[in-house]
């Protein structure tokens, strides 16, 4: 699968986002919350689920663009495709168990069902995986109906009556506002948008710049209407919130993150030198920074500084962060080939037979 650039760049800055926000959320001393500067990067680190459901999506339409050349079985297109939902959720059980394991002894039991951006993210491609049965254009109506369905639907999920419905299925689905869970509805609306702007870029190659101003245009729309529709004074819902599950907001920000595309591509291929990128790095093992910035920042490394940093000590050690999770990603290709190399030595060392000296 060829590597598209400015898609690397835009994941990196996606990491840089979240690395920005959840770095301020565990360092910053309380008393300092109520400033301009930790709003503003609460912020502007909303946009990073998005951005990395959305780049999934793109990646699955990828995914799902290589399988209709290799498989002409619909069947056997859309089980490959489940099985990466699969290998992603296994990834988000394994990060939630080592999570609860770093608690110890004093295990944290809730946060070992936390629906975090990962776990929503296997969910939703499971979800989306049913595309893989269709052509290009049915794959792209059926992203679109999706995309839709569930923003529109989320704040009608939210409404069902959930009394004596399991917790899990509640946090999955449309949990309670404030939860700080990452549920399907709306979430995986995100991840459908993406789908659709990863098919018209595989599709198109020789012309991604003429994709990239549609969508430009369409990312201005869906902002611009998006606001213009959220300033009116009636709403189709009786009880939905605007910052918790209007579909208006995951329009909004599906089009930031147009915007973002697009920018991301001019900027690679008209301003940033051709050579190494730092930003390309994070984004090329970005699933791997993430697991690792998680146990940094909210870890027993930085346990001492937690709620205990000034804003000027937080940009600091926000920098460090980068700089280390860079450093990591340049390492990170030796160091797995490595550890890959180790175990597959254990291996046949454990298959080979013994040698046994002349004498016995």
């Given at each position: ?279 390309i790095t994070l984004g090329r093992h970005s699933l791997m920074v ?32 980068v700089g280390l999770m860079v450093a990591l990603s340049v390492a ?29």
């Amino acid at each position: 699968m060829p590597r598209f650039r400015f898609l690397d760049w835009m994941r990196g800055l996606a990491v840089v986002v979240m690395i920005q926000c959840h770095s301020f959320n565990s360092l910053t001393h309380p008393d300092l919350r109520a400033g301009g500067l930790y709003k503003f990067s609460q912020f502007v680190g909303g946009m990073a689920a998005p951005l990395f459901l959305f780049m999934a999506g793109v990646t699955f339409a990828f995914q799902m663009e290589s399988l209709e050349r290799r498989e002409v079985r619909p069947l056997q297109r859309w089980l490959a495709a489940l099985r990466r939902s699969g290998y992603i959720f296994a990834i988000a059980i394994a990060f939630r168990l080592f999570c609860f394991m770093g608690s110890l002894p004093n295990p944290d039991w809730p946060d070992l069902t936390k629906v975090d951006i990962l776990n929503c993210m296997g969910v939703a491609m499971a979800a989306m995986s049913v595309a893989a049965l269709f052509d290009a254009r049915g794959r792209v109506r059926f992203a679109v109906v999706a995309a839709v369905v569930i923003a529109a639907a989320a704040p009608l999920v939210r409404e069902l009556p959930w009394h004596g419905a399991p917790a899990l299925l509640h946090d999955y689905l449309a949990p309670e506002a404030g939860a700080g869970r990452f549920p399907f509805f709306p979430f995986a609306s995100f991840l459908a948008f993406g789908m659709l702007a990863g098919t018209a870029v595989k599709r198109a190659p020789e012309r991604v710049e003429q994709v990239v101003q549609w969508s430009v245009w369409i990312g201005l729309a869906l902002v611009f209407g998006g606001e213009w529709l959220a300033a009116l004074p009636f709403s189709p819902y009786r009880n939905s919130s605007f910052w918790v599950d209007s579909p208006l907001l995951i329009f909004i920000r599906t089009g930031v993150s147009l915007l973002m595309l697009s920018g991301s591509y001019f900027w690679t291929e008209y301003c940033a030198p051709s050579g190494w990128s730092w930003m390309i790095t994070l984004g090329r093992h970005s699933l791997m920074v993430y697991w690792v910035h998680i146990m940094l920042v909210y870890g027993w490394v930085t346990s001492r500084l937690h709620d205990r940093l000034s804003i000027l000590h937080v940009l600091t050690a926000t920098a460090a962060v980068v700089g280390l999770m860079v450093a990591l990603s340049v390492a990170w290709p030796a160091l797995r080939s490595g550890i890959s190399e180790t175990s597959r030595r254990y291996r046949s060392a454990r298959k080979s037979p013994p040698i046994l000296s002349p004498g016995g």
